[in-house]
């Protein structure tokens, strides 16, 4: 497993209304698998850390996104 492209992205906890960083991360598997890896990485028990398996196309969307719109594949 190859490591392409990491960042951080913030974003306002909705509970708390502090500033928090999200990481993403996309990782490449054999020659056309995509693995995004995203983790809201607080530490804490309500931390959330989600697989998902992209498409080429998806992988190249989320490689191009531009900053205002970072995050989208968390919803």
Not at 6 to 14: E, G, L, M
Request: charged share 25%; proline share 1%; aromatic share 12%.
């Amino acid at each position: 497993m190859q490591l392409l492209f990491s960042r951080t992205v913030s974003f306002i906890d909705a509970s708390s209304l502090a500033i928090c960083e999200a990481r993403e991360a996309l990782f490449r598997n054999g020659s056309k698998d995509f693995i995004l890896y995203l983790s809201n990485g607080d530490g804490s028990s309500a931390s959330e850390e989600r697989l998902l398996f992209l498409e080429l196309r998806e992988a190249l969307i989320w490689l191009n996104e531009a900053p205002e719109e970072q995050g989208s594949f968390w919803m």
